[in-house]
């Protein structure tokens, strides 16, 4: 596609819910990212993939959070049993490849508002 | 790890003025600083970047310098347009010239009053 696209762009669950955000990445690009952007927190690294591995899954903040990603393109992150603190933008972002050059563009993100 | 401070929090210009957002970060081997502007719901965008191996790159009214002794890099805009108003972050790679996982700042909040 164009661009990095997420879905849902918004979602309010009821806490204790499990819930899946979806990412499609630019076509072509075999490095994706989530971060996670809390009000006047910045962006949180949560997890990277390259192709469908995951090298680097240390920003997760607790084992609720788990992400896939299959073909090498679309990438999914669940949020099992939603607390209130999850509640934040979602943020996926893909580039080309790893190292300088290789731009990381983001997508428009998915709201979850846990209540 | 890498971790970045950024300031001001927010910011207030004038039109036609200048801005500047200053940021440091904490790894020496970080070599990659790229700049993203995020407009109120929408995604963040990369406006610039610099790499280790210079001290300035400009873009139009846009500039970044990199002091790597000092471990601080700073956004510099010039005759601000309301359109400049925005959410500015800076980020860091923290090692090897792989830009994988970016640092970021938590943000500044630049307001262009015409």
Known sequence: GAGVSQSPSNKVTEKGKDVELRCDPISGHTALYWYRQSLGQGLEFLIYFQGNSAPDKSGLPSDRFSAERTGGSVSTLTIQRTQQEDSAVYLCASSAGQGPGNTIYFGEGSWLTVV | ?114
């Open chain 2, 1 to 114: 790890g890498e971790n970045v401070e950024q300031h001001p929090s927010t910011l207030s210009v004038q039109e036609g003025d200048s801005a500047v957002i200053k940021c440091t970060y904490s790894d020496s081997a970080s070599n990659y600083f790229p700049w993203y502007k995020q407009e109120l719901g929408k995604r963040p965008q990369l406006i610039i970047d610099i790499r280790s191996n210079v001290g300035e790159k400009k873009d139009q009214r846009i500039a970044v310098t990199l002091n790597k002794t000092a471990k601080h890099f700073s956004l510099h805009i010039t005759e601000t347009q309301p359109e400049d108003s925005a959410v500015y972050f800076c980020a860091a790679s923290p090692s090897g010239g792989s830009n994988y996982k970016l640092t970021f700042g938590k943000g500044t909040l630049l307001t262009v009053n015409p």
